[in-house]
């Protein structure tokens, strides 16, 4: 039923976007005089805010067809290398590159956005190394005679797609995916698999969420899993292809993501209301690009959801040392040889100051000088993966563990 509702509204206000933009065209024609003088600019103005607000959204494309390696524009060429049902392994094969940098895995989230969330991750770290990416896909769009999809199955797809790219790669974890990233490199440590990673990178990742909580913690501690289940997990409607399949939804997600941060986002739509009335397009340009892919979000299978609620925010059960994989338990100690960099912003409201951090206590059998945290002042959860402070502070710092790592023996 909230899902249906959310349909209908979702298409009545597509058809008011389609009206607000029809009508931006009209105030903003040179053939009508109101776009010069009275309320006609601002009024065009206004309606062009709304209409983007309110225009839906599918999955974006990452559109970079070209890098710069070593001074040359070198042109990128996004190719699928291995599929599986909730996901695939993209690779951004770079023309003549092949074979001369280090080979690295992005592991996005899942968790209401698309992979493409990420691409100025992937555009920062293309010029010095071969990038691949996990590709998830959207559940609504996965049948059920597909099967389920849960963090066990999250594991083995990175196990599988770690042996697809072969020995002497490197994992980059965004966020959420820090703990299946983890979990993997711990199995594939205590069996000396060869295509264990020789890094991981986890950033402002729920590794333990005991340390330093945030408001999103706070709701999973204080709701018990059955409130998630009866509250915020639905079934997809008729006119898609996961018809019946219970989810949490994007739509969901996203509302909670802007709720938290609810003033940043009004003021961030006023401020492009005020450089479109002063003729600033670039300016709005700029929001409206932030927004057309934060806005972008695909929904998650509810066993997925439910699982890493109770194993990773009600549970700790990787840092308790808890974690089962197909019964299995992961012991983190396992990791002897697999480096470990842990990436906190300041100001993440998401991922509190030592929740991935936590990651490196929890590896008592790695050297110390295979261990490395970096806190990112005056950076919020966004900017440690995207934006100016990931460029130019965070990548470099990501880049230098890669390449000191990179040729080390292993036993």
């Known amino acids: 039923m909230l899902y249906s509702a959310y349909e209908i509204q979702r298409s009545f206000l597509a058809s008011a976007s389609a009206m607000a933009t029809a009508s931006v065209e009209l105030l903003q024609n040179p053939a009508n005089p109101f776009a010069y003088f009275g309320g006609g600019p601002m009024l065009a103005s206004a309606l062009d805010v709304f209409a983007h607000a309110a225009a839906p959204r599918g999955k974006p494309a990452f559109d970079l067809p070209t890098t710069e390696v070593d001074g040359q524009t070198v042109a990128v060429h996004e190719v699928i290398e291995a599929r599986q049902v909730f996901g695939q392994l993209r690779h951004f094969v770079r023309e003549g590159q092949e074979g001369r940098h280090p080979k690295l895995l992005i592991v996005a989230p899942m ?10 991750t992937v555009g920062r770290m293309l010029p010095g190394h071969d990038v691949y990416i996990t590709d998830w896909r959207d559940a609504r769009d996965v049948p059920l005679s ?51 990673p020789r890094t991981l990178t986890m950033m402002g990742g729920p590794i333990d969420t005991r340390e330093g909580p945030t408001a999103v913690n706070q709701l999973a501690q204080e709701r018990p899993l059955s409130w998630f289940s009866q509250n915020v997990v639905t079934s997809v409607p008729f006119n898609y292809p996961g018809a019946g399949r219970k989810v949490y939804p994007g739509f969901m997600q996203l509302a909670g993501f802007m709720t938290m941060n609810l003033g940043n986002h009004l003021m961030s739509h006023w401020q492009m209301f005020r450089h479109l009335v002063q003729g600033d397009d670039e300016s709005a340009d700029a929001t409206k690009k932030f927004y057309e892919e934060y806005r972008s979000v695909c929904d998650m299978t509810a066993e997925f959801y439910l699982q890493t609620v109770n194993e990773v925010f009600k549970k700790h059960s990787l840092p308790k040392g808890e974690f089962m994989h197909r019964g299995v338990r992961i012991d983190t100690a396992a990791i ?70 990179d040729d080390l023996p292993r036993g």
């Open 111 to 120: 968790s209401g956005h698309f992979a493409t969330l990420l691409r100025g």
């Open 146 to 196: 597909d099967g389920t999809f849960d963090l066990d199955d999250y594991v083995d797809y990175l196990v599988g797609w770690l042996e697809h790219i072969g020995p002497g790669a490197h994992m980059l974890a965004v966020c959420q995916p820090s703990v299946p990233c983890l979990a993997a490199a711990s199995l594939m440590s205590a069996s000396k698999h060869p295509c264990r």
């Open 336 to 405: 002897t040889d697999v480096a470990l960099l842990a990436v906190e912003g300041e100001n993440d409201d998401i991922s509190g100051i030592g929740q991935t951090r936590a990651a490196l206590k929890i590896s008592p059998n790695l050297p110390d000088e295979m261990k490395q945290y970096y806190l990112a002042e005056t950076v919020g959860h966004y900017g440690i993966f995207n934006g100016s402070k990931w460029r130019n502070r965070i990548a470099p710092v990501v880049e230098a563990w890669i390449a000191r790592h």
